[in-house]
């Protein structure tokens, strides 16, 4: 073991380990990280859930209404309509343009072309 200069020598066979400090943010500290605040939440699916508030960071769930800041457009356009898949609305212009019609069958082109 050849002594690191910066680090005082204990003995003269062994350097001194210097640890990882546990007061600050850094790395020290992720260690003890063990404990979780937040669990999946039900309404949004997100890990944003408080467990001891019980009230979601991201959708506020339980409230009726979902949480959404004007001050976060960005926020507000990852979640809002159009970024699924749209089951229903997707098929409402084409619908909307043929006047909703239903249970009536396309003439075939061929059909139409030698008539």
Request: proline share 4%; glycine share 12%.
């Amino acid at each position: 073991l050849v002594p690191h200069p910066k680090v005082p020598l204990l003995h003269a066979h062994r350097a001194v380990v210097v640890k990882m400090g546990k007061i600050g943010k850094g790395t020290g500290s992720f260690g003890k990280r063990h404990n979780k605040s937040h669990t999946l939440c039900r309404r949004c699916g997100r890990r944003s859930y408080h467990i001891q508030k019980s009230t979601c960071g991201a959708c506020g769930y339980p409230a009726a209404r979902k949480r959404n800041y004007n001050w976060s457009t960005k926020a507000i356009g990852r979640r809002t309509t159009g970024t699924g898949r749209m089951r229903y609305l997707k098929t409402l212009p084409r619908r909307f343009k043929n006047g909703f019609r239903e249970g009536t069958e396309a003439v075939s082109k061929k059909r139409a072309a030698s008539e």
